[in-house]
């Protein structure tokens, strides 16, 4: 595969997203050709405004789990489409599904009919509620496959299946990235996640609703530390699943008076029951990512949410 800047030219899908438009970015400030493909099922088109003063950018509006052609030399394939908000889980549960397995496979197909590296973004929901706490990547999970959260948990053990498939039965050139909470600057006002949710209701002066007596815990990644994680994962050579995110824990009761601090609310905390197979523990274990990759996150979650909050002011503010 060529060093060549001017010659890589990136397929991404699902690069409308949150996570999407900002490794898009970050692959354009390298010099390559992003091909970017989204339905915009859950993204907006004008997010990407941005994006498309860039040279090198184009826009495909298209669903990746139907086929399709992409014309000219592809140098990397990078799956980052499907719904992954939990409101999504029951709007788009068959959407999510496909994406996750026949998108999955047309990609890798793409990849390997142009002899392109493969990146697979997954997530940490593949270990469901995990019985072993933090998570490694060996661990094999704890998830429901009838649960209302599975159209997303198993789809994406599916899209792991088919890209080490893929590696073994073709020697396809893949990656696998497995994504913890992921918060920052471009979040969907009504993402459904315990950040965009808890920062809007304090904004608003609304009650933040924390599910459960929110012993709960989870661990947050900051979008530019995540994203040069998944970048790290790409440049390497290993093609077994890495996890990225954030190793600091905190149970999600801490969290809503931390969001109360940072937005200076008055909001109170109100307690509803927990949902069907919300994961009691989600914290990385990223021995892996840190020794293989040199990678660890540096942005304090202090330092995060002060920025992330500033967006959702200003976004409210429109």
């Known amino acids: 595969?060529?060093?060549?800047?001017?010659?890589?030219?990136?397929?991404?899908?699902?690069?409308?997203?949150?996570?999407?438009?900002?490794?898009?970015?970050?692959?354009?400030?390298?010099?390559?050709?992003?091909t970017v493909l989204d339905n915009l099922l859950t993204a907006r088109r004008e997010a990407l405004a941005p994006l498309r003063e860039r040279a090198g950018f184009e826009f495909v509006e298209q669903d990746v789990s139907v086929p399709f052609e992409v014309d000219g030399d592809v140098s990397h394939v990078l799956?980052?489409?499907?719904?992954?908000?939990?409101?999504?889980?029951?709007?788009?549960?068959?959407?999510?599904?496909r994406v996750g397995t026949l998108g999955t496979d047309n990609l890798l197909q793409l990849a390997l009919d142009k002899g392109a590296r493969f990146l697979l973004a997954s997530t940490s929901e593949v270990y469901g509620?995990?019985?072993v706490h933090p998570q490694p990547e060996s661990y094999w999970g704890n998830a429901n496959s009838i649960g209302?959260?599975?159209?997303?948990?198993?789809?994406?053990?599916?899209?792991?299946?088919?890209?080490?498939?893929?590696?073994?039965?073709?020697?396809?050139?893949?990656r696998i990235v497995r994504i913890f909470n992921t918060y920052g600057p471009g979040m969907r006002l009504d993402d459904g996640r315990v950040v965009p949710n808890f920062v809007g209701q304090a904004l608003r002066g609304e009650p933040l609703t924390v599910y459960g007596d929110g012993s709960q815990t989870r661990s947050f990644?900051?979008?530019?530390?995540?994203?040069a994680g998944m970048l790290a994962v790409l440049d390497g050579g290993d093609p077994l699943p890495f996890n990225i995110g954030n190793p600091v824990e905190t149970s999600v009761l801490e969290f809503a008076r931390r969001i109360i601090a940072a937005t200076g609310s008055r909001s109170e905390i109100v307690f509803r029951p927990l949902p069907e197979d919300d994961p009691r523990q989600r914290c990385p274990d990223i021995a892996r990512a840190s020794t293989l990759l040199g990678w660890r996150p540096s942005v304090e979650l202090e330092e995060g949410l002060a920025l992330t909050v500033d967006y959702f002011k200003a976004a409210l503010a429109r």
């Open 1 to 34: 595969m060529t060093s060549n800047p001017a010659a890589q030219h990136a397929v991404v899908s699902g690069g409308a997203g949150f996570i999407g438009r900002a490794v898009v970015a970050k692959l354009l400030e390298r010099g390559w050709r992003v």
């Open 79 to 97: 799956h980052l489409a499907s719904p992954a908000s939990p409101v999504d889980f029951s709007a788009y549960p068959v959407e999510i599904v």
């Open 129 to 131: 509620d995990p019985l």
């Open 148 to 174: 209302p959260r599975s159209c997303y948990d198993e789809s994406k053990r599916c899209a792991e299946a088919f890209t080490m498939a893929y590696h073994r039965a073709h020697g396809l050139d893949t």
């Open 221 to 227: 990644c900051y979008l530019d530390d995540l994203v």
